[in-house]
């Protein structure tokens, strides 16, 4: 019963499908977060269900641990095989299944890339709402319960995945969820594998909800002279029910990065990028409802981009500003916190970070899906500085234990991995135990992503 | 370790709450369904969660089966003490102890009703939107993860509950979730209870979303030829994407039901019932596209309800429905079926469903919620005639059978309780034997809604 077994084993199933060079290994001991490299003992990339499930029917005889890898755009390294043993590359299993635009609906392989996919749906009128920025895998964004700038209207992965097929531990496929809209048909074993970071199956074919591409869709930016006035803007938005579809805040740091990389050209200071969708008519409308709530709180610089180029130029800058911050800071890698709250809280809550980050010794800046109550702080650390670490963790910790206090979560999109294990406890309390319990009765061996989301 | 002594342990704990007269134990042996009555041993009218804790930890030591029990109204015999012991009633627990109109959210304990919560609701602007008909708990709807008229628009309880207090079954008392409106922090616990039937642990507080009471409201209801052209203009409505918020289809028994109950005057054919959410003028925009969309369908007598009292006289007819029916066939009592399918196929398997029982000697008429996908058929079974049951049954399994053809479930909102089991196996194969891991894990005497949903 060992690793080098299992490998042994794996290679008369995979053939030159199972790779243990150093360089595919090193390929995959890589992440864009400032965990350390872990390499696996060896790279499998499979092709079918049935190959995923031989391969973990191996692993769990031989106690070998198996860490699915599809885009490795994970941020709390989820995706590290820290214990060694097995990496499984999903990205081969890429296929766009079925399309049904009666029933808006897809089937899709976990290795199918958000944008791969919505590629795929261009004719239909149709496409894929989730949108954490990164082009991520379909597999790894259920397992990391992803969401990003449209959840505000659409909902997160929970909300739009309605059927998976899974292999578990052991190599047995289930199937989880219908196509129904809804159902009342026994325990939501869908729900419990979104979410889980591979540690309780692996996610071998999910059934995601399409929406209509909207018949308008107009998108803006605007300035603010303060944060605490972007958000009350905001605030005020989500408690009059407007169904705006994105709402995204940027502090000074980001927009000075923005302008450097992208040629933007906007006032130095916080904005919000904001899309309406809608019929011609409700886009105005709401619009124009917005546009009053900016201009009370002293919001200026309203710029519309109703040209589809316009808008793409804006959400392609707000996606591109993890990498802009990182330009803006040659030699440093990113610390970034993720914590989501109530909305009336939003306000305190940022203005605590914001004065955190000053009061310390790295650079770092705020950016959000603030509709939401979440928004991140990217802190930039100096390679290799095992200091500057510390100050950004504990400043990390300290805005996850301001969020806890007022009824928030530690994590609203980036999952725990192993980057917030230490605050699962604070959250959960007694239910993190639940949690492990649920984890060993599916993965009895432990052979499931160890090391991450759960107490070891 | 028996019943007897989990009695005599809990008689210490509440005094006289806990009750085993024959008069009150005939209380909770009830249903509004077929099933047949039965009896638990005792009766626990718990006031706090430490008591549901201390109770639940003397019947895991025990072995006495805990059955939870609030508002009764369940369609498929979940809340019948099967295998006696103790019935927990919870409808004690019943306050609402927060409601926050900045953050949309409320905390409740699992006995306050729907209608008393929307009714604590009405000073603030918000509602409780999830509306089953029933006048039914928050626990027992969270149980059950029901959903109704509105869930079209706003979702179902796995939507609208955002975290829980849950005592398991060995009197551990854990939270899941949090107030923010999204988190990847670990497995999604919430959803794993949220129906769970009971099976899991015992719901002791749920903290659920609330929505603004629109700006606009409009109801109309319109008359169709057939049940096809019916089903047609709905299909095209949820195609198109637009968000009307309920979309209720009756057939023609239903609407001579409704007529003679609650003297609607509505010609004798089948009918959509609908309402429009949203400002002044995006309702009028839905309702005048949908307003074409049944023209095209041959839609006629389109009566708009504009009025409050008018709308609040369409929806107490279609809630009353249930009743209506059984007004009409005096001596008979209901089964009711439930599947729900993607929207393309609901043509089909109504015309089969109506076809089915046109064949059958027993009376039924069809009733739903069709922007969902979702709907059901009342069948009148003589009481107590048991060849009546089985042909009701048997009618009930074929349209179960042609849902999960199509890619459906057994259950849109009902639940499985002890109705449904037959058919968890057909729905979710291996799956099935997974929840009943999972039961096991939480449960693993065993004690917790025995004889429901897993298989024993």
Redesign the interface.
Known sequence: MSVKEAKDRIAEILGNRLAATRAVRAEHARNEAHFPEAMPDAVAFVKTTQEVSQVLAVCHEEACPVTAWAAGTALEGQHLPTRGGLVLNMMAMNAVKAV??????AVVQPGVTREQLNEDLRATGLFFSVDPGANASMGGMAA????GTT?LRYG?M??NVSALEVV?ADG?????G????????????T??F???EGT?GVITQLTVKL??V?EAISAASCAFASVADAVQAV?TTI???I?IARMELLDTGYIEALNVRFGLQLPDTPHLFLEFH??D??VR?QAETVGTIVADCNGTNFFWKTRAEDRNALWQARHGAYEAMGAMHPGRRSVVT?I?????HLPDMIEAARSDIDGSTIPGAIIGHVG???FHAQLMVQDGNMEDLKIAKNLANRMAQR?LD???????????GQG?RDL?EA??????D??G??K???DPRGILNPGK??RD
Chains 1, 2 share one sequence.
Not at 144 to 147: E, F
Request: proline share 4%; with cysteine.
């Open positions: 049904s635009p009666e029933d808006m609906d990391t319960r992803a969401s959840a997160t929970r909300d578990l047995r496929i289930i199937r989880t219908t196509r129904a809209r809804k159902s009342s048909a026994g325990y939501d074993l729900g419990a979104i979410g889980s309780l929406h209509g909207p605030v408690q009059m029910g169904p809608g019929s008519d409700s409308e993720d989501c709250v109530p909305i009336s939401d109550g979440n969020a007022v009824g928030g979560t530690i994590s609203g999109e980036h999952g725990i917030k699962m959250e959960h309390g007694a239910a993190w639940v949690m319990e649920m060993h009765m599916f989301l759960i």
